[in-house]
């Protein structure tokens, strides 16, 4: 595995890439490498020759008093995951290097960018935007392989939120309304024992993230809570089936 730091480095190995006719995939990441993680390096081994694996903590996606500095970093392990699981281009480039200082370009989300996730953290999704634009030009791939979740979902409430909300698709309801209020009954009580404070929680068109009054087989149901001091984010498709997602357990089928 080859370990690049520079973007001058990361363009000739792209286009070194390019000359020989290999297929680049590019799996974006903020590092703290997990499961998910190395799924997304394996459908990229599957799906392209050549697989750029990059570990960027952005600071633009973060607003200020959140946790940047605190955000969990482990080099060593994750060129040790890296490697161990196929990846050839490991790029971990330190801010100045994809950015000047200030940052001189960024990419704005436009209207959806103040809803749901970008109403709660206005800056975010322009961080988001910018970084994945850089990483396309300097990396050039012909594919990207992102994951659907974030790797920090872990308070069992909100699957089983999600679950809920997915049962009552499943079962014929199709009132976006109605099946959000299945997802809030699982939320209720936590949050009036006040374990959980929800943020949001919608049904939304899976190509504009606008929100849907009638929910689709193809629609998000998406949840933001904050657990303590963590903020957790999650998204099922209704119409995927609860077999499709290993989060929702027999016990989440349950409402357990």
Do not use: W
Not at 39 to 52: I, N, T
Request: aromatic share 6%.
């Amino acid at each position: 595995m080859r370990e690049l730091i520079t973007t001058f480095d990361m363009r000739g190995a792209a286009a070194e890439a390019g000359r020989a006719g290999k297929r680049v995939a590019l799996v974006p990441t903020m590092g703290y490498l997990h499961e998910g993680h190395l799924a997304l390096v394996r459908e990229a081994r599957r799906r392209g020759d050549l697989v750029v694996m990059s570990v960027f903590v952005n600071p633009l996606q973060f607003a200020p008093g959140e946790d940047f500095e605190s955000y969990p970093r482990d080099p060593a392990r994750d060129r040790a995951l890296a490697e161990s699981a196929g990846v050839d281009v490991l790029f971990s480039p330190v801010a100045e290097e994809m950015y000047g200082e200030p940052p001189q370009v960024t990419v704005a989300p436009g209207p959806v960018g103040g809803i749901l996730e970008g109403a709660v953290r206005p800056s975010h999704f322009a961080g988001v935007l910018t970084v994945v634009c850089k990483l396309f030009a300097i990396v050039q791939p012909r594919l990207a392989v992102f994951g659907r979740k974030d790797a920090q979902q872990a308070a069992l409430v909100l699957p089983r939120a999600l679950a809920a909300g997915a049962l009552a698709f499943q079962g014929g309801e199709r009132r976006a309304g109605q099946v959000v209020a299945a997802a809030y009954r699982v939320l209720g009580p936590a949050e009036a024992a006040g374990d959980v404070t929800t943020e949001y929680i919608n049904v939304v068109d899976a190509g504009t993230f606008l929100p849907n009054h009638a929910a689709q087989s193809t629609s998000y149901l998406v949840a933001a809570i904050r657990v303590g001091k963590k903020r957790l984010i999650d998204n099922v498709v209704l119409g995927e089936g609860l077999d499709a997602d290993p989060r929702l357990s027999a016990d989440a089928r349950a409402g357990g």
